[in-house]
């Protein structure tokens, strides 16, 4: 794609995520989730994007499975636009972030944004890395069911059968495409060092640093929010019975 495309395609993703997030607001919402509408439709938004781009992501490499054996520099024209639309949202998140929640409370996500939109902005600007930035992407599998956990708590429902399901599901899609993608993507760069410029390189090595520390601290709340502080409560009550 050339350069003319990637902005058009990128502005393009920012207008819609714009519309979704301003469509969030028209729709009825949970009166618990009143007391800070916009995180919920900041969530609600970040759940679209999460759904469209974990669908898009498995659909890149079922349509265009050669890119699996080269993801330097075999890509599709539609999953370089899946990278390009990603850039998208992430700008639009960001922007949505800064103007509504205070630094203190959102440093790391927008930490995170900066080094996903630098990383994905590189790979789409030289045409190179895209099967590896779709592969990264493969981590909104889980988001869909992180997002979701965080709907379902705004909305008062914390302790609902549905939770509790929705809590295994997403521990269990955590672990397999989020950590151990991570690992994985760490071990084909390491591996693949030599063909990969110094730059190039640096960037990767940056970027799976900051996603993997970011997801272990992520993983370990998880596990105390919803596993942890839950067997001690149901102890806790075995003992007063």
Known sequence: MEL??????????????????????????????????????????????????????????????????????????????????????????????????????????????IVVITCFGFSVLTCRYVGFSVVALMVEINSVFLHLRQMLRMAGNATSTLYRVNSIINLGTYVVFRINTLAWMTRWLVLNRDNVPLMAYTLGSVGMAVMTVMNIVLFCRLLRSDFLKSSTRENKKEKNM
């Open 4 to 113: 003319s495309s990637v902005i058009l395609t990128t502005g393009v993703s920012v207008g819609f995520f714009r519309l979704v997030n301003a469509g969030v607001s028209k729709l009825p919402m949970p009166e618990s989730a009143c007391r800070n509408a916009w995180k919920w439709r900041n969530i609600s938004t970040s759940f679209v994007h999460s759904f469209i781009t974990a669908i898009w992501a498995v659909l890149c490499f079922f349509r265009h499975p050669q890119m699996a054996e080269d993801l330097i520099e075999t890509h599709s024209v539609f999953s370089h636009a899946l990278v390009s639309l990603s850039i998208g949202y992430f700008i639009c998140d960001f922007l949505d972030m800064v103007l509504n929640q205070k630094l203190n409370q959102s440093w790391e996500i927008l930490f995170h944004h």
